[in-house]
T-cell receptor, first 114, second 109 residues
Framework: GAVVSQHPSWVICKSGTSVKIECRSL??????MFWYRQFPKQSLMLMAT?????????EQGVEKDKFLINHASLTLSTLTVTSAHPEDSSFYIC??????????FGQGTRLTVV | GQNIDQPTEMTATEGAIVQINCTYQ??????LFWYQQHAGEAPTFLSY??LDGLEEKGRFSSFLSRSKGYSYLLLKELQMKDSASYLC??????????WGAGTKLIIKP
């Protein structure tokens, strides 16, 4: 199947700093990428849908000024958590679709804000 | 509203068969996905059903009944490595995935 690479796998940052997470589709062009957040023992929660060359569409309750998404090319989308706080600690996962029938996920990024 | 229901947790014995059920209600329907997720890792794709019936793929099979809004994932010859969460997701008319909370499957020797 298609490969989606997410980096970093884990990151620890101080409260108030910003963290950037990258998501790359390695062997296909992804016009649409999705960013999810998952808290322990809970389901994936869609944060936003990222479309190449246009503004991301955020789900209700997700602060777009806090979670900055950039999708500058067909193979790269980035999520920046700005002014991170301990409550932002979570597992962040990106997903890209090469066609309707399958969605491929990055490895996920475990963010810990101290 | 949109809703996906699946059991929270199931326990099965190594070598046995287990069936994980999923019922869905979504605005439109463009297919039903099953994913496997080990603790601390991202989900991995298992199956996709858009037509009624059973799709078999090795030890894993997935069934769909669109009229009943029902799907199940069948795992045969269970192995310890199958211990994971299994996520059911329905794709709605906007091609958005609506996720269930996942079923934690515990395999005992």
């Amino acid at each position: 199947g298609a490969v989606v690479s997410q980096h970093p796998s884990w990151v620890i940052c101080k409260s108030g700093t910003s963290v950037k997470i990258e998501c790359r589709s390695l062997d296909f062009q992804a016009t649409t990428m999705f960013w999810y957040r998952q808290f322990p023992k809970q389901s994936l929660m869609l944060m936003a849908t990222s479309n190449e060359g246009s503004k991301a569409t955020y789900e209700q309750g997700v602060e777009k000024d806090k979670f900055l998404i950039n999708h500058a090319s067909l193979t790269l989308s980035t999520l920046t958590v700005t002014s991170a706080h301990p409550e932002d600690s979570s597992f962040y996962i990106c997903s890209a679709r090469d066609r309707v029938t399958e969605a491929f996920f990055g490895q996920g990024t475990r963010l810990t804000v101290v | 509203g949109q809703n996906i229901d699946q059991p929270t947790e199931m326990t099965a014995t190594e070598g046995a068969i287990v069936q994980i059920n999923c019922t869905y209600q979504t605005s439109g329907f463009n297919g039903l996905f099953w994913y496997q997720q080990h603790a601390g890792e991202a989900p991995t794709f298992l199956s996709y059903n858009v037509l009624d019936g059973l799709e078999e793929k090795g030890r894993f099979s997935s069934f769909l009944s669109r009229s009943k809004g029902y799907s199940y994932l069948l795992l045969k010859e269970l192995q310890m490595k199958d211990s994971a969460s299994y996520l059911c997701a329905s794709m709605d008319s906007n091609y958005q995935l609506i996720w269930g909370a996942g079923t934690k499957l515990i395999i005992k020797p």
